[in-house]
């Protein structure tokens, strides 16, 4: 619970927090969000993936914090712990990448609609402790640049984030014997606003890696449908499910689910940003 704990003092303690409804824009509840928030995130998530030799399963739970630091931009920071079980070798459990991010969003207002854009980068350290597999080398450093738009009318919201990630070392070149593995991946997040309190998602996301023959375990279409829940003094509840649209052999998952919390928050009280989501207004 320590790095719980680490975060929260982040995040959270050192303003005085006033609760924050809902932001402009719904937060996506599996795609990367280019919208600024300042809010802390409690993620459990759970994967499986099973061939005719090989057996995967995947927990983690982790927390993440943004805080909006100065006019559009915002900076966070995430840590968790992983749970992962393949055939035919011992459970392992490790800590995610330590990781920090920088992000610039802007909402442009047309009368009854709204236009997000939004871009941002985040480094990730090794993974310390954790073996090499054919998902991830955590001997090499993460480098994740991204992009995206929003637009918003009445009820409906639509989120997009286009992403490149590579891995890379110190001197940012590979070596003779060493590729680093990368990929490009788009996700989109239609919803919709039932009531006040409760939003439905169509969340979709597609990986395509920059070389297969590098990278063959991490090429994916999933569809993400879930569900949020706003109360009126305690956060979000969120959950969604994961399922895989290539064919079994291709698709890096079979099947998965999320549970999310979220605490959104403004720091001036006095002075709101933009604190009220379009649902608030039917």
Request: overall charge positive.
């Amino acid at each position: 619970m320590k790095f719980v704990l680490r975060i929260s003092f982040l995040f959270i303690f050192p303003h005085f927090l006033y609760a924050q409804k809902s932001p402009n824009f719904s937060h996506p509840l599996q795609i990367e969000p280019v919208s600024i928030y300042n809010k802390i995130r409690v993620d459990g998530s759970y994967f499986d993936k099973r061939t005719n030799v090989i057996y995967e399963q995947n927990r983690n739970i982790s927390i993440e914090g943004e805080y909006n630091f100065w006019n559009h931009f915002s900076i966070s920071s995430s840590l968790g712990r992983n749970n992962y079980i393949l055939t035919d070798t011992e459970t392992s459990n490790t800590y995610d990448r330590f990781n920090l991010g920088v992000k610039y969003g802007r909402i442009i207002d047309f009368g009854t609609s709204s236009l997000l854009l939004g871009a941002g980068i985040r480094l990730y350290d090794k993974k310390k402790g954790a073996t090499p597999t054919e998902r991830e080398n955590p001997d090499f450093y993460l480098v994740r640049p991204n992009f995206g738009i929003g637009f918003r009318y009445g009820r409906f919201e639509i989120l997009s984030e286009f992403r490149f990630q590579t891995e890379t070392n110190k001197s940012f070149k590979e070596g003779s014997l060493e590729e680093f593995r990368r990929y490009y991946q788009f996700g989109m997040a239609p919803s919709f606003a039932v009531n006040q309190s409760l939003r439905t998602f169509m969340e979709f996301e597609y990986r395509e890696p920059y070389d297969r023959y590098v990278d063959t375990k991490t090429r994916f279409f999933n569809f993400y449908p879930g569900v949020s829940f706003a109360t009126e003094n305690f956060g979000t509840f969120s959950l969604s499910l994961q399922i895989g649209l290539l064919k079994r052999e291709e698709n890096a998952i079979d099947r998965g689910i999320r549970f999310s919390y979220f605490y959104l928050f403004d720091l001036d009280h006095s002075n709101s940003k933009r604190i009220e989501s379009s649902a608030s207004k039917f």
